[in-house]
């Protein structure tokens, strides 16, 4: 068995994928067994071509290749690659992303050394090298209604600074997909990613619910470790892709607290986004999704195809 397996999800954007995989091969020392496993989530074929070839030019024997043939999304790309992983601990880790150092090290030595963790997170940095956001506070009415800001302002233990930067490991709700590292034992206990959702706010219910269901399912930004992300290379900006965003939101709401918040902040979204299209008519398909109540059904996930 593997120390850590990172699974690295490609879709359309093999450049990235590869230029991912060498940061992982070049920053990683040799004390941690790691092993990657690169999920092809169902991209062109000749996109798929050059990522194959460029895997077999590193002639690493640890790299394993798999390709599904219908776009699973991000939560169902990560379960498809855990199916290959033999690791202790899984990195889920964007494509879009080049190890700053040796995150794999870092974040391994704090999730053996403290037994009250199951995830965590190393800190998020852009292209430009600026510290960015690296963890959130759980999807709840209350953040939506009242923005992140208020909650830290009036409950600054629970809800740290987002802005701040931290240099010691700071325990927070949850952290972003774009790095995630978990014990496989706390990510097996509650199923992994929920792939009923297709894009957007999986590490948010998987948090959540590895912090409901374990004594010892603490979630950690570990600023020792730091990787640039360069954000939304596998999805371009579409409304289809923001009426994502909201589908999921809603789902996760309603999943993790019940009827009636959905109700509410679906109802209040409703009445915002119909002002809105008056002066911006193109968020109309918003306005609609919400009053349709966002239902799953219409994600994108329901919309593909089987190569």
Same mark, same amino acid.
């Given at each position: 068995m593997?120390?850590?397996?990172?699974?690295?999800?490609?879709? =359309?954007?093999?450049?990235?994928t590869?230029? +991912?995989?060498?940061?992982?091969?070049e920053?990683?020392?040799?004390n941690v067994s790691?092993?990657?496993?690169?999920?092809?989530n169902?991209?062109?074929?000749? &996109?798929?071509?050059?990522?194959k070839?460029?895997?077999? @030019?590193?002639k690493?024997?640890?790299?394993?290749?798999?390709?599904?043939?219908y =776009?699973?999304?991000?939560? *169902?790309?990560? !379960?498809?690659?855990?199916?290959?992983a033999?690791?202790?601990h899984?990195?889920?880790?964007?494509?879009?992303t080049v190890?700053k150092? &040796?995150c794999?090290?870092i974040v391994?030595?704090?999730?053996?050394s403290?037994a009250? @963790? @199951?995830? +965590?997170?190393?800190?998020q940095?852009n292209? #430009?090298g600026?510290v960015q956001?690296?963890? &959130?506070?759980?999807l709840?009415?209350?953040?939506?209604?009242?923005?992140r800001k208020?909650?830290?302002?009036?409950?600054?233990?629970k809800?740290?600074?987002r802005?701040?930067?931290?240099?010691a490991?700071?325990?927070?709700?949850?952290?972003?997909?774009?790095?995630l590292v978990?014990?496989?034992? =706390?990510f097996? %206990?509650?199923?992994g990613?929920?792939t009923n959702?297709?894009l957007?706010?999986e590490?948010?219910?998987l +948090?959540?619910?590895?912090?409901?269901?374990?004594?010892n399912?603490? +979630?950690?930004?570990?600023?020792? *470790?730091?990787?640039?992300?360069y954000?939304g290379?596998s999805?371009?900006?579409?409304?289809?892709i923001? %009426?994502?965003l909201k589908?999921?939101?809603?789902?996760v709401l309603r999943?993790?607290s019940?009827?009636w918040?959905?109700?509410?902040l679906?109802w209040?979204?409703?009445?915002?986004?119909?002002?809105? !299209?008056?002066?911006?008519?193109?968020?109309?398909?918003l306005? !609609?999704?919400?009053?349709?109540?966002a239902?799953i059904? &219409?994600s994108? #996930?329901?919309k593909?195809?089987? @190569?």
């Amino acid at each position: 068995m593997k120390d850590i397996s990172a699974i690295v999800i490609n879709y =359309n954007s093999s450049s990235f994928t590869i230029n +991912c995989i060498k940061s992982i091969l070049e920053k990683t020392s040799e004390n941690v067994s790691y092993e990657i496993i690169v999920v092809d989530n169902a991209s062109k074929a000749e &996109d798929f071509e050059t990522l194959k070839l460029g895997i077999e @030019a590193l002639k690493k024997t640890h790299i394993k290749l798999v390709r599904s043939r219908y =776009n699973t999304g991000f939560g *169902g790309g990560n !379960m498809y690659g855990v199916q290959f992983a033999n690791g202790k601990h899984y990195a889920f880790i964007n494509n879009d992303t080049v190890l700053k150092n &040796d995150c794999l090290d870092i974040v391994l030595k704090f999730l053996e050394s403290h037994a009250n @963790a @199951a995830v +965590c997170c190393p800190q998020q940095y852009n292209e #430009k090298g600026e510290v960015q956001k690296s963890f &959130d506070h759980f999807l709840t009415l209350k953040r939506e209604l009242f923005g992140r800001k208020i909650l830290e302002k009036t409950n600054p233990k629970k809800y740290p600074q987002r802005q701040k930067v931290y240099n010691a490991p700071l325990k927070v709700q949850s952290v972003p997909g774009s790095f995630l590292v978990v014990k496989a034992e =706390n990510f097996h %206990k509650v199923g992994g990613f929920d792939t009923n959702i297709f894009l957007y706010y999986e590490e948010t219910d998987l +948090c959540y619910r590895i912090a409901k269901n374990s004594n010892n399912g603490d +979630c950690y930004l570990v600023p020792e *470790g730091q990787f640039i992300h360069y954000k939304g290379q596998s999805t371009a900006k579409s409304m289809a892709i923001k %009426k994502e965003l909201k589908i999921s939101l809603l789902y996760v709401l309603r999943k993790n607290s019940g009827y009636w918040p959905y109700q509410i902040l679906r109802w209040w979204l409703t009445v915002k986004f119909f002002f809105k !299209m008056l002066i911006k008519p193109k968020s109309f398909p918003l306005f !609609m999704s919400f009053l349709k109540g966002a239902p799953i059904s &219409d994600s994108l #996930k329901q919309k593909q195809t089987i @190569a």
